[in-house]
Antibody, heavy 121, light 109 residues
Framework: QVQLQESGPGLVKPSGTLSLFCSVS?????????WNWVRQSPERGLEWIGE???????IYNPSLESRVSMSVDDSKNQFSLTLSDVSAADAAVYFC??????????????WGPGTRVSVSS | EIVLTQSPGTLSLSPGDRATLSCRASQSVSGYYFAWLQQKPGQAPRPLIYGASSRAPGIPDRFSGSGSGTEFTLTISRLEPEDFAVYYC??????????FGQGTRLEIK
């Protein structure tokens, strides 16, 4: 059974950089799946940030593309999110999720429990 | 991007009732890339339906999904106490950003 777990600072300063990691267990990050970041806030609801493939290929939400970077660390079986120049609008619960591809189907089948990130000086 | 609009915003029903939740897309969505999720307070979203009508593993058969194009429906045939939660629709087409509906809150009447 696949399990995902987010980790990272819960507090980031305005104009600073948010860095989060998602550790994957029960599956190799090098399989034919996409690894996603989604955030949730009362103001914006569920918002997709982007996804990364184990080759390093990334697809980002155009609304965040200028500030987002994602990468994969095969040796640690984890992937990461970096969001620069944060503001109060970036305060949210951040989830990592697997976009599982199988038998010509795919969906977001596994989610981490989420980590809350606040933005304050 | 594709905007998903869910209705109603809140649905008040009793255990044993039938629930019908709707999701309308601003443009046509491939059914292969359409899902329904359930979320309870303090938890991550949980997938219920993928491919518009396929139940995810472990999901009871009282949950069913239908629809195509711009209109999709989630039906819960007989509500159990544990079904009262917030439900989201999601589309994840390959050539468009992934988007979610704003959610339908299913509450006990």
């Amino acid at each position: 059974q696949v399990q995902l777990q987010e980790s990272g600072p819960g507090l980031v300063k305005p104009s600073g950089t948010l860095s989060l990691f998602c550790s994957v267990s029960g599956d190799s990050i090098s399989t034919n799946n996409w690894w996603n970041w989604v955030r949730q806030s009362p103001e914006r609801g569920l918002e997709w940030i982007g996804e990364v493939y184990h080759t390093g290929t990334t697809i980002y939400n155009p609304s965040l593309e200028s500030r987002v970077s994602m990468s994969v660390d095969d040796s640690k079986n984890q992937f990461s999110l970096t969001l620069s120049d944060v503001s109060a609008a970036d305060a949210a619960v951040y989830f990592c999720a697997r976009r599982h591809r199988f038998n010509w189907n795919e969906y977001f089948d596994s989610w981490g429990p989420g980590t809350r990130v606040s933005v304050s000086s | 991007e594709i905007v998903l609009t869910q209705s109603p915003g809140t649905l008040s029903l009793s255990p044993g009732d039938r629930a019908t939740l709707s999701c309308r897309a601003s443009q046509s969505v491939s059914g292969y890339y359409f899902a329904w999720l359930q979320q309870k307070p303090g938890q991550a979203p949980r997938p219920l339906i993928y491919g518009a009508s396929s139940r995810a593993p472990g999901i009871p058969d009282r949950f069913s999904g239908s629809g195509s194009g711009t209109e999709f429906t989630l039906t819960i045939s007989r509500l159990e106490p544990e079904d009262f939660a917030v439900y989201y629709c999601q589309q994840y087409g390959s050539s468009t950003p992934v988007t979610f509906g704003q959610g339908t809150r299913l509450e006990i009447k």
